[in-house]
């Protein structure tokens, strides 16, 4: 049957009737659209000839003003009706009218349709006009909410020799043969009939109805309502082939068709379900963020395969963890973590609360699609079944949600694993799930289970990076010896943001502090994994004391002999708070920026670049700079500062700009920064950057003295200990420093030649005691046993001393504790 709004008829021709609608068994098609405040937005000139009213007397009226809703026509209605009156005047219709008023008034999300008798203007007086309504809601952006078709059921049985209970199974479609409208024509038709519609989108429509057998309107691009008032039309099992298939009338979607139609309508419902299944393929996995795949998975069911929409998943999977290990049972806390229904916002709050984890009690169709992953179909959950499943929750009223609903859970699995399983719901007027709804939500889970296990793949993935990363991150203590420091690190924005920048303080001999920042060229694991090996190489060499650009030359052969593609740029710098100085090397690095305190200036330092390390045969090169106290080192790595498409100068500028602005601590001032240069756009990499605060350490904070190597210089020692202690007004550790000077220097004299050995105490926020001797070889703890007279002074400086160490340079060695101030003065 082949359904159109006929647009060729003249404006006199008598509503209900056209005299060119016989023109080769076109049945002329009013079509109504309603907008979301139930007025009429378009009203066709189909509707006009059937409703009796005009186009600039329907738009803008009630709809159910105008069309054939709820109110039997009482007995007296049969009487002359004026032809000039509006159609809302008519007596109301006798057939099943409330599905429409429902329609009307939103309280449907599905296609309903029926048929009604009216009295109608033009209709001769005791007769009624039969009339056929079909209502599609309107899913998608815009205004509009309601598609109602119409068609004169009089027509069928006059024209086409249908009787009524065949005409009572048509549905309106195109079909391809000789009455159906030329493509273009058609084409040329459709906007004229749907709103907001151009020529482009009437293309691609016509194309799909010619293809389909059957109208497909599309309301955006990623949502389609075809135009068929049931979900697919399975065929019955032991019917005859030529029987006709009749739904029940309460399904919601009562509309037949004539069995001559039922193949043709099979296999547009199988071809509507695959469409389905491809639209909804082609929505979700849109990102590997596994939050937005769930509240993809989860919304792409709603409304057109189900009312409600619960997704669950295993803590594992939700967490980002490795893959589940085994099959769920009892024990396996699944989380809800979203809902998608039709229902007015908030309704299942307070029942199926997103967020919410627990175990699945056993004898509950939720627990059973889990263990055994397969789909579990509830045609219609009966009052007795709703209130054994529910009684299986406690404090937990279910019966409101599921009683009278169909229900459908579909595991989601992947690579046999269920991952978790989705709860499927149609509200109790609308059509049930069946067989052919089973299979086509399993394959809905099966696409979900693929993207959400690439989602939780990936995130697993993310963890583990950034897991990774943050190991190698340093915990940096805030106060050194003589300096503040404050770092930060930004990863990057893209995918695979782990990068390999990394920054690094290390505590050096003599008050000293080493500072680092480097950055392995690239992304990914490789990159984090190869600057771990190299922050693992600094620290080492900084313990020993390698000068800066010896330590460069040498990390530059580990990265050579680590592999071809191991390149890294690295800035290196020693601060002596006693002196007043950095001495600094640069393996083509960005230079650091100094700020200084008197004036407030800033400036880049002019550092020889150098070349990365992992080129190998480059020649490293070292400078001294002269600090005051209050001057502010800023380290960075490139990410911070260059941003593509802009020159890096401009960014290495505004390092300078941000850095001297006078901030409260030195976290303000890398915010300060941070702010000023991650706000231009474009950064893509990951970004460390540290600033040091160079205090330095005042000249009368430290006492030196030189003594020679003979046992009686030890009382000497402890006495002036003893003394300089009392005068920094530090009694309370006089007699832990005596004890422990006493031990160092009493080894230091035994075990050196003839040089002569130096004491150095520093007062800073901890003690700092060194004993500096010409013995090279490092100390070594013993085990003494109980008669041994020697080998238990380093025991004793590793209980009292809050840190001690040792490192040799040259052909000397120092050793050196650390006693927190207990006391002051």
């Not at 709103?195 to 497909?216: C, D, K, T, W």
């Not at 350490?697 to 009686?712: C, N, S, T």
């Not at 060194?770 to 020697?790: H, I, N, Q, W």
């Amino acid at each position: 049957m082949d359904f159109g709004d006929d647009r060729g008829s003249t404006r006199d021709t008598p509503p209900g009737r056209g005299a060119d609608d016989a023109a080769a068994g076109r049945i002329p098609l009013a079509v109504v659209v309603v907008d979301r405040a139930g007025l009429v937005s378009h009203w066709s000139s189909g509707a006009r000839r059937l409703f009796g009213a005009g186009r600039e007397d329907a738009v803008g009226r009630p709809a159910a003003d105008l069309l054939p809703v709820s109110g039997a026509l009482p007995d007296d209605a049969h009487g002359d009706v004026n032809d000039d009156a509006m159609p809302g005047a008519y007596p109301r219709h006798d057939g099943p009218g409330p599905d429409l008023e429902a329609s009307l008034d939103g309280h449907t999300g599905y296609a309903t349709a029926g048929r009604a008798r009216i009295a109608a203007p033009g209709v001769p007086a005791g007769e009624r006009l039969d009339v056929l309504w079909w209502a599609y809601p309107l899913v998608g952006p815009g205004p509009s909410r309601l598609l109602v078709l119409a068609a004169d059921a009089g027509r069928l049985r006059e024209e086409r020799g249908y009787d009524d209970e065949t005409a009572e199974r048509i549905s309106p479609g195109f079909a391809r043969h000789t009455e159906l409208p030329a493509s273009d024509e058609l084409e040329r038709r459709l906007p004229e009939i749907l709103p907001n519609m151009g020529p482009g989108l009437s293309s691609r429509i016509v194309a799909q109805v010619l293809e389909l057998g059957y109208p497909v309107l599309e309301f955006s691009q990623s949502e389609r309502v075809p135009v068929t008032p049931y979900w697919g039309v399975p065929r019955r099992p032991g019917r005859r082939r030529a029987e006709p298939v009749v739904p029940q009338q309460r399904t919601g979607a009562p509309v037949l068709v004539p069995a001559s139609a039922e193949e043709d309508l099979e296999y547009a419902a199988v071809r509507e379900r695959l469409e389905f299944l491809n639209e909804v393929s082609s929505r979700i996995g849109s990102s590997l963020d596994l939050g937005e795949t769930i509240r993809e998975v989860t919304s792409a069911a709603v409304p057109r395969f189900a009312d409600f929409a619960g997704t669950h998943l295993r803590a594992a999977v939700l967490a980002g963890e490795g893959f589940p290990d085994g099959p769920p049972d009892a024990q396996t806390v699944m989380f809800r973590v979203w809902v998608e229904h039709n229902d007015e916002p908030g309704r299942w709050d307070d029942t199926v609360p997103v967020g919410e984890a627990f175990a699945f009690p056993e004898h509950t169709p939720f627990y059973k699609c889990m263990v055994t992953g397969e789909p579990v179909l509830i045609p219609r959950v009966t009052e007795e079944l709703s209130e054994r499943i529910s009684g299986e929750f406690e404090k937990r009223d279910l019966r409101p949600l599921i009683g009278g609903r169909s229900l459908l859970i579909v595991p989601l699995k992947a690579r046999n694993v269920v991952l978790g399983f989705m709860v499927l719901m149609r509200r109790p007027d609308r059509v049930a799930f069946d067989d052919m709804d089973r299979t086509t939500g399993a394959e809905l889970a099966a696409r979900a289970g693929l993207v959400l296990d690439n989602a939780r793949m990936y995130t697993y993935q993310e963890n583990v990076a950034d897991t990774l990363q943050d190991s190698m991150l340093p915990q940096v203590n805030p106060r050194m010896a003589g300096c503040d420091v404050a770092t930060r690190y930004l990863p990057g924005t893209r995918l695979g943001r782990i990068g390999g920048d990394w920054f690094d303080t290390i505590k050096l001999p003599g008050s000293r502090t080493a500072l680092v920042v480097g950055d392995v060229m690239g992304h990914g694991l490789n990159s984090a994994a190869m600057m771990g090996q190299l922050r693992t190489a600094v620290q080492t060499m900084a313990a020993m004391e390698t000068p800066p650009a010896q330590l460069l030359r040498n990390l530059d052969d580990l990265a050579r002999r680590l592999g071809d593609t191991y390149l890294a740029t690295c800035l290196y710098a020693v601060y002596d708070p006693i002196r007043g100085e950095l001495h600094l090397a640069n393996a083509g690095h960005i230079p650091p920026v100094l700020v200084r305190a008197e004036d407030g200036s800033s400036e880049l330092l002019d550092l020889p670049t150098g070349a990365p390390v992992g080129v190998g045969g480059v020649a490293f090169e070292s400078v001294r700079v002269e600090v005051a106290p209050g001057d502010r080192l800023v380290l960075c790595t490139d990410g911070l500062v260059e941003v593509r498409g802009s020159d890096i100068g401009e960014g290495l500028a505004a390092l300078c700009e941000s850095a001297a602005h006078p901030a409260a601590s030195m976290d303000d001032a890398c915010d300060t920064i941070i702010r000023a240069l991650n706000t231009r756009g474009g950064r893509k990499d990951d970004v460390a950057l540290l600033m040091a605060r160079l205090n330095g350490i005042p000249g009368d904070h430290v006492a030196e003295w030189r003594f020679d190597p003979d046992p009686r210089e030890v009382g000497r020692a402890r006495r002036l200990v003893r003394a300089q202690l009392l005068a920094w007004g530090l009694p309370q550790a006089v007699e832990t420093a005596e004890l422990l000077v006493s031990e160092v220097v009493t080894n230091a004299v035994r075990h050196a030649g003839s040089r002569p050995v130096d004491l150095r105490v520093v007062r800073a926020d901890a003690l700092l005691f060194e004993v500096t001797d010409d013995e090279p070889a490092l100390p070594t703890m013993l085990g003494p046993g109980p008669y041994d007279e020697s080998g238990r002074g380093l025991r004793v400086v590793s209980r009292l001393a809050r840190e001690w160490g040792a490192t040799a340079s040259g052909h000397r060695k120092t050793v050196w504790f650390e006693q927190a101030v207990t006391g002051r003065g």
